[in-house]
């Protein structure tokens, strides 16, 4: 019963795709358990280079199941749209299975949440703009339209009255916007039915029963634990749960199938949007990163905020998921550098902290304390064994392990589906 999790370790961008990729040919079912298309995964397989932002990355890899399981929010549109693009370049879709609890972006959440960003000015959170946390808010408050609810107009309809009674009020009194009508949003929702149909199903029970015949199952979280709505850097934070818990809840098993927790960690740090980021450059190293690492947001294109590797985060994430293993991605962009700074601990008002503070205060005021590692000048997109790396860049890898509190079991050293290096097997 290998049921694995795989989940960023930092603020999320640390390569998911690309760990979700290399498993993909050992795995039956792969999994998106929370967000939508606010995340997004580039995996690049031989001269391709593909974009994902809704479907699982074990799409591109045949014989692989892809599962949006019921703890995604899936915007219709950007689903179809995905589906057609890979279609059109001769990837297979049809085994895509969704589920029919999965909570569907309406185009009205998607209005409310542009708005509302813009409202906050200098207080905003640096969301997406694409419905997430309005969906995320409607389920919580029981008037969110799920995928099965397509299928049953009358209960759509009551649904979307529901939601609409308070939105509209919102938008017309106090962002000074035109009431959404809803018939109409009911007929823009019922257009995509039948486009959905032949992927929706009862997920939850597809999965345990995978389970249950030994198949391999791959969990795969969008964004990072540092966005976490529980155990991230709140309010500056996703709408659901990237860590490990969030893969119970989000597909519909339980916490006794797991059996391993992979943490995706970039070998330097990024962060899309506001909130603290203690080791933050403002500077060439900063500027570097971002060049070298091609540091862009894939969903929303978006430059990266780029420092260096932070300790203190990483074992945090090894604590609140439970990690067994790392990837490591990205080596390779620090190349050329003579020496590498690592964010051992933090200063907050004189005192040195080693874990990560509970404080949001504390934290914004958290000052990083560096180590210096020594670094190298080698090209690392040949190496195909530890060994094979420079002697800095294998020592450099052995502290962060040290540091971060869990086995570093694969390494990126190149943007390419064969450009890693495999310590340790993740099955």
């Known amino acids: 019963m290998p049921a694995l999790v795989l989940l960023g370790a930092q603020w999320g961008d640390e390569g998911k795709g690309k760990a979700t990729d290399l498993l993909g040919g050992s795995v039956d079912y792969v999994v998106r358990y929370q967000g939508g298309n606010n995340a997004g995964h580039t995996v690049v397989v031989g001269d391709q280079k593909y974009a994902l932002h809704l479907l699982p990355s074990g799409i591109l890899s045949p014989g692989c199941t892809p599962v949006i399981g019921n703890g995604v929010v899936v915007d219709p549109s950007v689903l179809l749209s995905e589906l057609s693009g890979l279609n059109e370049r001769g990837v297979d879709t049809s085994k895509l299975l969704l589920s029919g609890n999965a909570h569907i972006i309406t185009p009205y959440n998607v209005t409310v949440d542009k708005v509302t960003e813009r409202f906050l000015g200098k207080r905003k959170i640096g969301t997406t703009g694409r419905g997430i946390g309005p969906t995320y808010a409607d389920k919580i408050n029981r008037v969110g339209i799920r995928v099965q609810d397509l299928y049953d107009e009358s209960i759509l309809t009551q649904k979307v009255e529901a939601a609409l009674d308070v939105k509209n009020q919102i938008l017309t009194k106090l962002y000074n916007r035109r009431a959404m009508a809803v018939d109409q949003a009911v007929e823009e929702l019922l257009g995509y039915a039948d486009k959905l149909a032949p992927y929706v199903a009862d997920t939850v029970l597809v999965i345990n029963q995978a389970l249950e015949e030994d198949k391999v199952v791959l969990f795969e979280g969008g964004q990072g634990t540092l966005l976490d709505i529980d155990h991230g850097t709140y309010p500056f934070v996703t709408s659901s749960n990237p860590t490990a818990g969030g893969a119970c809840t989000g597909a519909g098993v339980g916490p006794t199938k797991i059996s391993r927790v992979i943490g995706i960690l970039k070998a330097y740090t990024t962060r899309v949007g506001a909130g603290p980021f203690p080791t933050e450059l403002f500077d060439e190293d900063g500027e570097a990163l971002r060049r070298i690492g091609g540091e862009r947001g894939v969903t929303t294109g978006r430059d990266r905020r780029c420092g260096w590797f932070d300790a203190?985060?990483?074992?945090?994430?090894?604590?609140?998921?439970?990690?067994?293993?790392?990837?490591?991605?990205?080596?390779?962009?620090?190349?050329?550098?003579?020496?590498?700074?690592?964010?051992?601990?933090?200063?907050?008002?004189?005192?040195?902290?080693?874990?990560?503070?509970?404080?949001?205060?504390?934290?914004?005021?958290?000052?990083?304390?560096?180590?210096?590692?020594?670094?190298?000048?080698?090209?690392?997109?040949?190496?195909?064994?530890?060994?094979?790396?420079?002697?800095?860049?294998?020592?450099?890898?052995?502290?962060?392990?040290?540091?971060?509190?869990?086995?570093?079991?694969?390494?990126?050293?190149?943007?390419?589906?064969?450009?890693t290096i495999q310590i340790n097997s993740f099955l």
């Open 312 to 419: 203190v985060i990483a074992r945090y994430a090894t604590r609140v998921n439970g990690l067994t293993d790392f990837f490591l991605t990205k080596l390779d962009v620090l190349t050329g550098w003579e020496q590498i700074p690592v964010c051992v601990a933090y200063e907050i008002d004189g005192k040195r902290v080693e874990e990560l503070p509970y404080s949001q205060t504390d934290f914004h005021h958290a000052k990083p304390v560096y180590e210096m590692l020594p670094g190298w000048s080698e090209d690392l997109s040949k190496a195909k064994s530890f060994s094979d790396l420079p002697k800095n860049a294998q020592s450099y890898v052995k502290a962060l392990e040290e540091m971060s509190g869990a086995p570093i079991s694969a390494i990126g050293v190149g943007p390419g589906r064969d450009e």
